[in-house]
Structures are given as structure tokens and as C-alpha cells.
């Protein structure tokens, strides 16, 4: 028996590794497709890209994880399954369950490691990664110019809508933004239908060749009660030059500085626990606060107060409740109805934006609390997909990379993309934390049951003609009983 632990194992091990080794490979590929955009044209050394792709591998490791557990469970007892060796087995009285018995402590024992692992090394990635990546793109500002969205650089906002070229200097539909110190907003707006980025990326000064544009600049005038009739510079231009300089945003850059440090990924389950306790008194408080504002702003004394600044006859005497109103006269009681009907409304929106703000905040609590269940999750997920793997091998009788990858695939993403629905559902309250983040663990448990049950009693796991055949007896006509004559 020792000699069959012993050939398992190292099969398992062997197929583990080796699995594992190609999908990290591929996974970091696809990391560096990913982020290419910040990476490029940032004169970044050798030493940076190293950092940040030696931060990017621990982020990768809860998908390729349980994916290796369960495609190296397929290969290897679909190859035992494939050879007859399982016949050889039961034949001498050896069942499913001995055979995966020696590789349940080790399967036991990464679930144990990935915990940990989960619990240090990925929040450490997290918050290595992130920071590095922001600091990247503050780097070089020149290729910080992204497509669609406003990008602000010094006192300059701009935007483009495409960008072309072999390191993307050519420019569609530029809008830019300029802000003056002296004065709050943006007085100045440059628009134009092309454009080209003429400046090296190692210079301190981005030169914009803006080309076919118009050039807008309201007046700030001195006396504000002018300020709704003030004009503004319009001009046009075919050619324009525009300069900014990027010199002391490049020489102030600590590529290794931590500024985010807050993120829910990037903390431990003990400051995770912490922040959280932080963030619920915070939201008792604020809606405590709240509700003691409320009953005073809609308190009795309030709306009598009101009525009495809109009072015109100081001579009328307030003698009951029941003749409030008739000791006003109609504009003063129409002033009343108006102040009050605005006072409700400033009341609904002021409720509805508390009330967003408290889901905000009742979000971030769920996303903290979602990310302490997921590092059980990653253990648990680990286990199960090996009592996945281990029978759905035996059942298939396949081993190598065809069928066994094609069906481990499938299994996997069905539970990965289970796991980030129910994350994003939970995460906005249309469920608990816990069950966003168990509830793809809890739909592969009893799938691992019934393929572990379906394995042990050497049976398919989908019994395709009888299925059929039961489905259409469904539907034939049954034969009549004879009848009796009496």
C-alpha cells in the first residue's frame, strides 16, 4: 500500500507542478497585455518591470491555484482509469476513497497554506502593485494621455477621443482644460479636431501641435453682479502650439512611494476586522446625527416659527391651533404654503442623497466583510475541486491535455464566474457577505458529492440512453385498460 501512496503521490506532484508552472507563465502574459498601456514609453528600467511583475504573481495565484488542483486530479486518476490500473485496484479491494486517501493531506495541507497565503502575500501584492502603478503612471505624463476620459496633468486637463502612431502621438477630437492659479474653475478651453504630441518622452516640456481648433477664455470681470453679461475670446486657428511643463511632476516621483493603503485588498484579516468595527460606529453615529437633524427640522415649533417670519399684521394675536392659518392674509398664507412646499423638497433630496450615502457606506462595509470570507474561500475551494477532479478522472477514464483540460476548464469557470456575480451582487446589498462570497463554494459541494458518489459506485455520470429513453416514455400513449361487460 505504502508503494501505491507513494506512485499517487508522485504522479499528483508531478502533474501539480508542471500545470501549475505553465498556467503562472501564461496567467503573467496575460498580466503584461493587460497592463501594457501603463508600462510603455515610460523609460522604465529593468529593475521597475521586475518589481511589478514580481508584485503581479501573487494576484495570479488564486486563479491558477485551484485550477492546477483540478486539472492535475482529472489527469492523473483519468490516466489510472485509462490504463485499467483502478480495475487492477478494486480487484484487490482498493476503493476510490483509499486511492485519494494519501493525497487528501497534502490537498488538506495547501487549502492550510493558500490561508495564509491569502492572508499576507496577496495584500502585500496588492498594495505593492497598486502603489507602483500609480506612481508609473505619474511618471513621464506624456503617455498618461488616455482616450476618453479627462487626464490632468500640472493645471491641464485634457482629453482625447483616439489616439494613433507607433507610440500613440497622433490625436483625434483634443479637448483641454486650462486652469489659471489666480482664479477658481476653468476660464480656458482649447478645442481641436487634430493633433500630434511633438515632444520626446524623456523631455520635461509636452509640446501639443493642435491643428483645425478654436481657442475660448471667458473674462473674469471685477464686479461680480457684471459677471452674467461678461463676454469672452473666441478665435480660431489652423495651427497652435500649446506647451506644458512637466518638469517638477517628473523630478518629485518616488516610484517605490505607498500612497494607497486603504483598499480592501491590500489589509490583513485583522485590519480588515478593525476597519470594519471603524466604518459601522461611524455609520451609527452618522445616522444617529441624522435622525436628530430630521425630527428637528420637522419638529411642530418649526413650521410655527416659519409662519411667524412670513407674518405681516403684527397686530393679529395667535389664540389656537384650529385658527392658525386664518390670522394671516392670502399672501402672507400663500408665502407659507410656497416656503413650506419648498422646504419639502429641499428635505426629499437632502434624503435621498443621505440615503445614498448610507448604501455607499453600508457597501464599503459589505466589501471589507467580502474580502475576510474570501481568504477561507481560496483553502476551501482548493479541497473541493480535488473531490471534484479525483472521481470526475476516474468516471471519464482519460488522462493527458484533451478532454480532462477541456472539463476542468469548464468546472472552473463555472465557479469563478459564479464567485464574481454573487461578489458584485452582495457587494450592492442584494445579499448577505457571506453568501456572495461562499455561494460558488456551496453550488460545487454537492456536485463534488454526487461525481464522488456516481465514481464509487462505478457508475457514469450522466446515463445518457436511459435518460432518453425515460424522457420519451413520458410522452407515449399508455395502453387502456379492457373493459368489463357485465
Given at each position: 500500500m505504502k508503494i501505491l501512496d507513494r506512485y499517487i503521490l508522485t504522479q499528483f506532484i508531478k502533474t501539480f507542478l508542471s500545470v501549475f508552472i505553465v498556467l503562472m507563465f501564461i496567467l503573467i502574459l496575460q498580466a503584461i497585455w493587460l497592463y501594457i498601456k501603463e508600462l510603455a514609453g515610460k523609460d522604465l528600467d529593468f529593475e521597475t518591470v521586475a518589481k511589478f511583475m514580481m508584485y503581479t504573481v501573487p494576484l495570479i495565484v488564486p486563479l491558477a491555484l485551484p485550477l492546477s488542483i483540478i486539472v492535475a486530479s482529472i489527469m492523473v486518476f483519468g490516466s489510472l482509469a485509462e490504463n485499467y490500473e483502478f480495475a487492477?485496484?478494486?480487484?484487490?479491494?482498493?476503493?476510490?476513497?483509499?486511492?485519494?486517501?494519501?493525497?487528501?493531506?497534502?490537498?488538506?495541507?495547501?487549502?492550510?497554506?493558500?490561508?495564509f497565503f491569502a492572508n499576507t502575500v496577496i495584500p502585500w501584492g496588492n498594495l505593492k502593485q497598486k502603489n507602483l502603478r500609480n506612481n508609473i503612471a505619474r511618471k513621464a505624463p506624456s503617455m498618461a494621455i488616455g482616450e476618453g476620459t479627462f487626464n490632468q496633468i500640472g493645471d491641464v486637463n485634457i482629453k482625447v477621443g483616439k489616439k494613433s502612431g507607433?507610440?500613440?502621438?497622433?490625436?483625434?477630437?483634443?479637448?483641454?482644460?486650462?486652469?489659471?492659479?489666480a482664479k477658481y474653475g476653468n476660464y480656458t478651453v482649447i478645442k481641436s479636431t487634430n493633433g500630434e504630441l511633438k515632444s520626446s518622452l524623456k523631455s520635461n516640456i509636452i509640446q501639443l501641435v493642435l491643428e483645425d481648433g478654436n481657442y475660448y477664455e471667458d473674462m473674469y470681470p471685477q464686479d461680480l453682479t457684471r459677471s452674467a453679461s461678461s463676454p469672452f475670446i473666441k478665435t480660431a486657428f489652423e495651427?497652435?502650439?500649446?506647451?506644458?511643463d512637466v518638469s517638477k511632476l517628473n523630478s518629485s516621483v518616488?516610484?517605490?512611494?505607498?500612497?494607497?493603503?486603504?483598499?480592501?485588498?491590500?489589509?490583513?484579516?485583522d485590519e480588515l476586522a478593525t476597519s470594519i468595527d471603524t466604518f459601522s460606529f461611524q455609520l451609527t453615529e452618522n445616522l444617529k446625527l441624522y435622525r436628530n437633524s430630521q425630527f428637528e427640522t420637522w419638529s411642530p415649533n418649526s413650521?410655527?416659527?416659519?409662519?411667524?417670519?412670513?407674518?405681516?399684521?403684527?397686530?393679529?394675536?395667535?389664540?389656537s391651533s384650529a385658527n392658525f392659518m386664518k390670522s394671516f392674509s392670502n399672501t402672507s398664507k400663500l408665502a407659507i404654503y410656497e416656503n413650506a412646499?419648498?422646504?419639502?423638497?429641499?428635505?426629499?433630496?437632502?434624503?435621498?442623497?443621505?440615503?445614498?450615502?448610507?448604501?455607499?457606506?453600508?457597501?464599503?462595509?459589505?466589501?471589507?466583510?467580502?474580502?475576510?470570507?474570501?481568504?477561507?474561500?481560496?483553502?476551501?475551494?482548493?479541497?473541493?475541486?480535488?473531490?471534484?477532479?479525483?472521481?470526475?478522472?476516474?468516471?471519464?477514464?482519460?488522462?493527458g491535455l484533451g478532454l480532462p483540460l477541456v472539463i476542468a476548464v469548464v468546472f472552473f469557470l463555472t465557479y469563478h464566474f459564479i464567485g464574481i456575480f454573487a461578489e458584485k451582487a452582495a457587494s450592492e446589498g442584494a445579499m448577505p457577505a457571506w453568501l456572495g462570497a461562499w455561494l460558488s463554494t456551496l453550488i460545487i459541494?454537492?456536485?463534488g458529492i454526487?461525481?464522488?458518489?456516481?465514481?464509487?459506485?462505478?457508475?457514469?455520470?450522466?446515463?445518457?440512453?436511459?435518460?432518453?429513453?425515460?424522457?420519451?416514455?413520458?410522452?407515449?400513449?399508455?395502453?387502456?385498460?379492457p373493459k368489463t361487460v357485465v
Open positions: 487492477a485496484m478494486k480487484s484487490n479491494g482498493i476503493s476510490l476513497q483509499r486511492a485519494m486517501r494519501s493525497l487528501m493531506f497534502v490537498i488538506v495541507g495547501i487549502g492550510v497554506v493558500s490561508f507607433d507610440r500613440g502621438q497622433y490625436l483625434n477630437d483634443v479637448i483641454i482644460h486650462k486652469k489659471n492659479p495651427e497652435y502650439t500649446f506647451n506644458i518616488n516610484i517605490d512611494e505607498e500612497v494607497v493603503t486603504d483598499n480592501q485588498k491590500m489589509l490583513r484579516m413650521f410655527t416659527a416659519m409662519a411667524k417670519r412670513q407674518q405681516t399684521d403684527s397686530t393679529v394675536v395667535l389664540t412646499l419648498n422646504s419639502i423638497k429641499r428635505q426629499t433630496a437632502a434624503v435621498r442623497n443621505r440615503v445614498e450615502q448610507m448604501n455607499i457606506e453600508r457597501n464599503r462595509i459589505t466589501k471589507f466583510e467580502i474580502e475576510i470570507h474570501k481568504k477561507f474561500v481560496l483553502g476551501v475551494a482548493c479541497i473541493l475541486l480535488f473531490f471534484i477532479g479525483a472521481p470526475l478522472g476516474a468516471i471519464i477514464k482519460k488522462g459541494f454537492p456536485i454526487y461525481i464522488t458518489y456516481k465514481a464509487t459506485k462505478d457508475q457514469p455520470l450522466i446515463e445518457f440512453n436511459r435518460s432518453i429513453t425515460t424522457f420519451f416514455e413520458r410522452f407515449k400513449k399508455k395502453p387502456q385498460a
